[in-house]
């Protein structure tokens, strides 16, 4: 027999709702499985008390003993990263000195995942303040790869991709600043998307203006789950100012191999050599494109066409600039210099030597950059780059100091693949590509759509899930 965990999200949808599993036999077998995995992976942390969870899914079923139905993640297990407020359980972001701030309310995406029924449980690991596509921190330690323990799980958003991987959750959320729900996705065998800015409400913030670089979204292990958690999260909150007005309608999408016919990637690489690049990551992602290929796309190698350190320098002035006064209000509190780690003092330390006209004149490279987007979206539907330029790294590494022969300038240059989409506000999906020659490390490809095309990109995941859906079973031991 099928474990309960093994189903994902939609399907464990379709049986609660069709009374062939109750809430609380799901409650109990997640239970029984992160008291099982958990101690191993530490991807969960602040887990509820099991009465007060089972408690929860006892009245989801008699809700649904009444005809009564929350909607369609109806009394499903979910623990929220640990960027997002849920009442009950400490906002931390893997800082020691917030370790026991408790939230007055939900965050807006906590709030459209509790209506359609899901039942927060805990939270997921993530490096302090979330920086870092590694998931340490001095509050709840590391967390590791879900295929290999000894190596690192990406981040930020890495204790939601290994408890996914692992069915330690059926469906889970993330935020992504710098790749943070792509990268852990591709290195867990998962899909992993950054919806367009806007897309899904961040907050509410401090600031609602020009804090405009992270945004938060769905990961799942099938495109369903990921296209129905991103319609769940989506649509426009008023304390967003800037969020997207328009529903996102996910129920046209074919999971069929039909939306490949015809469709027009534009293959970035390594950016004509600019990306240091590990030895055999362009060939996996290169397998996945030929994968499309022969379902009928057209893949097409094209050079980036702009300036890309330049692009570099203007991302370093907006992440200093956005990060600075997240960490200057820690600052403020007893002993956070030398409690908070080394690049968080980095980033502030940064940032105070920024001039306004610094900001300006990065803002004008970033639209120059867009537009420039905007004309090659004339020749192709997408475009395509691998979603890290490392495999993932020992797990007591903090960072990749070189790839090959480059030593990496910042403790983030090693991600810088995933800039682009950011900086240009646009959808971007990382699917898994393929795995190390050696090792059973996952690697991802991510594509990038047009401007708020995020359910085109989501045809096309469907479209390449329908063409590799065997391979795409593969799970870790």
């Not at 958690?229 to 426009?236: I, N």
Request: net charge negative; with cysteine; hydrophobic share 40%.
């Amino acid at each position: 027999m099928t474990d309960i965990t093994d189903f994902n999200a939609s399907e464990l949808s379709d049986r609660i709702h069709n009374g062939q599993i109750s809430c609380t036999e799901v409650m109990q077998a997640y239970l029984q499985r992160i008291d099982m995995l958990n101690p191993r992976y530490n991807a969960i942390v602040n887990l509820a008390p099991a009465d007060q969870l089972m408690a929860q899914a006892r009245q989801c079923d008699e809700e649904l003993a009444r005809g009564q139905s929350r909607g369609w993640l109806h009394g499903i297990p979910q623990a929220i990263k640990d960027t997002g407020h849920a009442m009950g359980f400490p906002t931390t972001f893997g800082s020691r000195l917030l370790a026991g701030q408790m939230p007055r309310a939900d965050s807006i995406m906590t709030e459209r995942m509790k209506a359609a029924g899901a039942i927060v449980i805990g939270k997921t690991n993530m490096p302090e303040l979330g920086l870092g596509s590694h998931t340490f921190n001095t509050l709840f330690g590391a967390t590791p790869n879900a295929w290999d323990t000894s190596v690192s799980a990406g981040g930020s958003s890495g204790g939601a991709a290994v408890a996914l991987a692992q069915r330690m959750l059926p469906v889970a959320d993330g935020s992504d600043f710098m790749g943070s729900l792509r990268n852990p996705a591709g290195w867990n065998h998962l899909f992993g998307m950054r919806p367009s800015q806007g897309r899904v409400p961040f907050g509410p913030g401090a600031d609602v203006w020009v804090d405009q670089l992270g945004t938060e979204g769905p990961m799942a292990r099938s495109v369903q789950d990921l296209a129905r958690l991103l319609a769940t999260q989506s649509g426009r909150d008023r304390r967003q100012p800037l969020s997207i007005n328009a529903a996102l309608d996910v129920s046209g999408i074919q999971y069929t191999p039909d939306a490949l016919q015809g469709l027009r990637v534009g293959w970035l690489g390594d950016l004509g050599g600019h990306l240091a690049m590990e030895d055999g990551i362009l060939g996996v992602c290169e397998d996945a494109l030929r994968a499309m290929q022969n379902a009928g796309a057209d893949i097409e190698p094209t050079a980036p066409g702009f300036d890309t350190q330049a692009l570099w320098e203007c991302w370093l002035v907006w992440r200093r600039a956005l990060v600075g006064p997240k960490a200057a209000a820690l600052l403020q509190l007893p002993h956070a210099r030398e409690t908070l780690k080394p690049e968080v003092l980095w980033e502030y330390d940064n940032s105070v030597k920024l001039s306004y006209m610094d900001f300006q004149r990065a803002s004008q490279q970033r639209t120059a950059f867009y537009n420039h987007l905007l004309q090659m979206f004339e020749r192709f539907d997408v475009l395509a780059l691998p979603v890290a330029q490392v495999w993932p790294f020992p797990l007591e590494e903090r960072w990749p100091q070189k790839i090959g022969e480059r030593q990496m300038d910042t403790y983030h240059r090693w991600m810088e693949s995933t800039i682009y989409a950011t900086l240009a506000g646009l959808p971007a999906i990382s699917l898994p590509a393929g795995f190390h020659p050696t090792k059973p490390w996952p690697m991802g490809i991510q594509l990038i759509g047009k401007p708020q095309g995020d359910v085109a990109l989501l045809q096309v995941a469907a479209a390449y899930e329908a063409v590799r859906s065997d391979w795409l079973q593969r799970r870790p031991g």
